[in-house]
């Protein structure tokens, strides 16, 4: 199988286990020279915390794994197109490249709705590969859509 | 004297402690309801983590104080325009203003490079006020620089 699919797979799994437990369903693991090094989901609404995207926690471990703050020889895979806050996390990690999943229309940074990944005013650039198993990623979302419409809980908004 | 003086200074004074430590003088606090809840200063190099900075330090302990992703009966006092990751985590846990000192012409995003803070395509956007003690901070970041290019310590540029 190729490599990447086999990487997004282990991101739609950490998706799986936000979904579960009523998080939007987004997952990402860090990768460096062939290695699963970091993997984690969005826990935003079980930790009240605005910060724990699934892009966040992963360079949060990738950093302490590495012992720097530049990680410059890691591919991070995520099922969604990142966030403001996390396309801009990426940035300031320096990492090289990008793989994501589906495309996120309301708040998407990877040219959805901002270009943060490739902004050239920005000091670094991020190489992207989109719709490595778009359909999965996206059926996640849209299962958890399906049962926040019928519970109706807005404050579990996707961005 | 001026609330907001008052607290710019108490965010002037973190930034000190950053410049102390050899770090990239930014220091920021938390106002809710008049008071100051968090407190932070960049902790980059010194944490060798790429999500130390001031702002991001101040949402993770205010979130833990209110006990609450979302921010919104608060005001982030920073000295230095927030970066990509920084305003699009100021837009996740929407806090609906944001006062700063000095602007960031290379990684600001309150409208030097990018407007995170008020994308109308996104879900939340932020009251700000700038220009706040702007000498105060931009002669820290001075005073940093050029201690910098006396070192040549190409790791600890600004963004």
């Known amino acids: 199988m190729e490599e990447k699919i086999r990487f997004m797979e282990e991101a739609l799994r950490e998706a799986e286990k936000a979904l579960e437990m009523g998080e939007v369903p987004i ?4 990768v460096r020279q062939g290695e699963i090094i970091a993997r984690g989901h969005n826990l935003r609404n079980t ?6 995207h ?7 471990e990738a950093a302490a794994i ?18 403001p806050m996390c396309a801009g996390a990426i940035v300031q990690a320096r990492i090289p490249k990008v793989v994501f999943g589906a495309r996120n229309s309301k708040a998407g940074c990877a040219g959805s709705v ?4 490739n902004e050239p005013k920005l000091n670094h650039q991020v190489e992207v590969e989109e719709g490595i198993l778009a359909e999965e990623a ?5 299962r958890f859509f399906q049962r ?12």
Chains 1, 2 share one sequence.
Not at 54 to 60: K, L
């Open 66 to 83: 590495v012992g720097d703050w530049r990680l410059e020889d890691c591919v991070l895979y995520v099922t969604i197109e990142p966030c």
């Open 148 to 159: 926040f419409r019928k519970n109706k809980k807005p404050e579990e908004s996707l961005s």
């Open 114 to 117: 901002l270009d943060v990944l």
């Open 47 to 52: 930790q009240k915390n605005p910060l724990r």
């Open 138 to 142: 996206g059926a996640l979302m849209k």
């Open 27 to 30: 997952g990402a693991v860090m």
């Open 54 to 60: 699934a892009e966040i926690d992963v360079i949060n």
